[in-house]
């Protein structure tokens, strides 16, 4: 009796099973050559092997064709003469092996080896479960031999056909003519010995959408001698797949390709139709859409009627509007009623506050009612004091009284002597912005605008010279009383006619330049894409024709921002505009014969006024604090005409321009000051209107031209007499 232990798989029924579970046959059992053993039950505890199952095999012992070839490891082929499959006899797996560490019984044999001899352990191929280790491991429970099975009749593989088989024809063969192969079959041969199957009545058609094929493109043939073009993709839902039958099972053959499913001809010749098809329907789809609003359109006209026609609303009766009254303005005027402040009590209240020692000896203040010009507060006030930046307010004055408010400033461009030369030819106007909009003035002119206009004048000829021409202003660029570093500073710039962004050396810099008319030649040059362009200072030729112009915001507009954020080159320049006007030459005496002028021209006493520039920045300036307070009371009577624009331009006490961190109102009103700053060395002024308590409108002016504490001090003491005013009734 040989011993297989642990063997499955036997070709004959003749054995027994131990109970040590190894399958024993007799010394004499015959063992048919080229017959496969049938497969075993699978045991539900027995592990199977993953990797060969058996083969089936034909009637002379080849192994059936398709079928995959028995497992054999490199050492077992190495044994075996000549490569060779090892023996010729039943084709035996090895299913398990236990796991153990001693010596396999010596019985053990592989009838697959040739002359039937013991196979050495290390050639006995081994299949272990996964994560199996030798050695260490606790022995897994033997495994129970299962009861030999009956022989059974081997059943042959399905033949699979190759994958090259598998490419389904083109798409043109898809669809098959319905006389040769009908959609359904109509007949069928039973081979023999097989019981003709009863084939049930096909279905009754349910309508169903069909799904349209993408067409295919036709492959590009190769070139001569060049690779094959890949094969062209199909889509798998309209690709045959072959089907094995019991015939094709029983004798290995490759099955037949079932005909075309029903409608694969209709959706390849839709799939031909397709963007016409397309095509219509959008067409349809559009005109139904119109005759829908067509039809809509007529409807809402036949149901709303004529709303045009005032005869076709209802009337409805006894309707009642309400009385609205007369709407309240948005500024309401000041009240005539309010009380006016009592001169001696306001006297208790502001003479303590004009003795804090920040505000230094030489000190002059008056306070005036606006509605009755009654002066209510009066110390020095007709002593002339340096004003600081409080004469732009003389400045503002004369400017919207000797220029129209709503004029503007030109800035113009014309050709100049020699071709690719032109020449910046200033105005007067330093808001002129390289920045479109202006970063510091809202409204500007840009330069951008210039060049435009250059370079359409011009048709695309190149610049190559740039000539600045400033001769609107003359005399020199800075005024008596100016120190030597105020121009070029922070606050200041020398005075020219051409200059941009506030001679600033960039937009939204505090830093101003010592060369205005310079860098706004530069800045031309720049936008006309000329940056390498020659920059020249110097006149425009007589009659030269004009390239561009643009425009300032309005004088008046100008005014309010002179005042407000006090720019010195802005007050300067709207000081030479007022000489101008009245023919004097447009220089620093020019402008403050002017604004003197211009002053007295308006009704009011300049009596101890003297002026060297309009800006306010001499030191040597002199105005007194009653003719500030005459300015201010002027403009807000409205006894001089065009002058509100100076109120509007006031700074308001915390919320802009130079007073925006400062709280002059104190318990007043919020906003109820407005007054303009001045600040020089040892100068704080501060003049304007302040709303009081009870509603009534004053003007006031406080010069403190020999102040002797800090800057921060001393505007302090300012404020603080601002906002007595605004939270006294001083009654």
Request: proline share 13%.
């Amino acid at each position: 009796m040989r011993s297989l232990e642990g063997v499955r798989g036997i070709s004959s029924g003749s054995g027994s099973a131990s109970e040590d579970g190894a399958v024993r046959l007799p010394d004499d059992a015959p063992v048919t050559p080229g017959v496969a053993a049938p497969p075993p039950v699978p045991d539900d505890d027995a592990p199977v092997s993953p990797d060969y199952h058996g083969a089936p095999t034909t009637s002379d012992g080849a192994p059936a064709a398709g079928s995959p070839a028995p497992p054999q490891d490199a050492e077992a082929q190495a044994a075996t003469p000549g490569g060779a499959a090892p023996g010729a006899g039943a084709q035996l797996r090895i299913e398990e092996e236990r796991q153990v560490d001693e010596e396999p019984p010596a019985d053990a044999v592989d009838d697959s080896s040739p002359a039937g001899d013991t196979v050495p352990e290390s050639e006995v191929p081994v299949e272990r479960e996964p994560g199996f280790v030798v050695g260490g491991e606790p022995e897994p429970e033997p495994v129970v031999a299962e009861e030999p099975e009956p022989d059974l009749e081997p059943v042959p593989a399905p033949v699979v056909p190759a994958e090259s088989e598998l490419v389904p024809p083109p798409v043109a063969d898809l669809e098959p003519p319905a006389a040769e192969e009908p959609a359904w079959p109509v007949s069928w041969a039973p081979e023999p010995g097989v019981d003709a199957p009863v084939w049930p009545q096909p279905p009754a058609p349910v309508p169903t959408t069909e799904l349209t094929p993408r067409p295919v493109p036709t492959p590009r043939p190769a070139a001569a001698g060049g690779p094959e073009p890949p094969p062209v993709p199909v889509d798998s839902r309209l690709a045959p797949v072959p089907r094995p039958t019991r015939a094709s099972r029983r004798t290995g053959a490759t099955p037949a390709v079932p005909p075309a499913r029903r409608g694969a001809g209709r959706a390849a010749a839709a799939s031909a139709e397709r963007p016409g098809r397309r095509r219509g329907r959008v067409l349809l789809a559009a005109l139904v859409a119109v005759v829908v609003l067509a039809v809509a359109a007529v409807a809402a006209i036949t149901f709303l009627g004529d709303r045009s026609d005032p005869t076709a609303a209802e009337p409805v009766p006894d309707a009642v509007l309400p009385d609205l009254g007369e709407p309240t303005p948005v500024l309401a005027a000041l009240s005539t009623a309010a009380l006016v402040p009592d001169p001696a009590a306001l006297a208790a209240v502001l003479t303590p506050l004009l003795s804090d020692p920040a505000l230094g000896a030489g000190l002059s203040a008056q306070v005036v009612d606006v509605a009755t010009g009654e002066v209510l507060f009066a110390q020095d006030a007709r002593d002339p004091s340096t004003p600081a930046s409080t004469a732009k307010l003389l400045t503002a004055l004369a400017t919207l009284t000797t220029v129209d408010p709503a004029s503007t400033l030109s800035t113009t461009v014309v050709a100049g002597a020699t071709p690719g030369e032109v020449v910046l030819v200033g105005g007067g106007d330093p808001t002129l912005s390289t920045t479109a909009p202006s970063v510091a003035y809202p409204g500007a002119a840009t330069v951008d605008d210039l060049a435009a206009q250059v370079q359409a004048q011009l048709g695309g000829a190149p610049v190559t010279r740039v000539v600045v021409d400033s001769s609107l202003f003359s005399g020199p660029l800075t005024a008596p009383g100016w120190g030597p570093d105020d121009a070029p500073s922070t606050y200041a710039a020398p005075v020219t006619a051409t200059a941009v962004d506030g001679a600033r050396v960039d937009p939204g810099s505090s830093q101003r330049s010592g060369a205005p008319g310079a860098d706004a030649g530069q800045a031309l040059a720049t936008a006309l894409g000329a940056p390498d362009a020659a920059v020249v200072l110097g006149t425009a030729p007589a009659g030269a024709a004009t390239l561009a112009t643009v425009e300032s915001a309005p004088v008046e507009r100008l005014v309010e921002q002179a005042l407000t954020a006090s720019d010195n080159l802005l007050a300067e320049s709207l000081a030479r505009h007022v000489a101008i006007a009245r023919g004097l030459p447009a220089t620093f005496a020019g402008a403050a014969q002017a604004i003197t002028s211009a002053v007295a021209d308006a009704g009011l006493d300049t009596t101890g006024l003297t002026l060297f520039d309009g800006s306010g920045l001499s030191q040597q300036d002199l105005v007194p604090a009653r003719l500030l307070v005459d300015v201010v009371r002027a403009a807000s009577d409205g006894t001089v005409p065009d002058a509100a624009g100076l109120l509007s331009g006031l700074p308001v006490a915390g919320y802009d321009g130079t007073l925006a961190e400062r709280e002059g109102d104190g318990d007043g009103i919020p906003g109820a000051v407005r007054a303009k700053t001045g600040t020089l060395l040892a100068v704080n002024d501060l003049a304007g209107t302040v709303l009081t308590a009870d509603g009534r409108l004053l003007a006031f002016a406080v010069l403190a031209d020999g102040a002797a504490g800090s800057l921060s001090t001393t505007e302090t003491a300012l404020d603080d007499v601002a906002a007595a005013l605004a939270g006294c009734g001083c009654r």
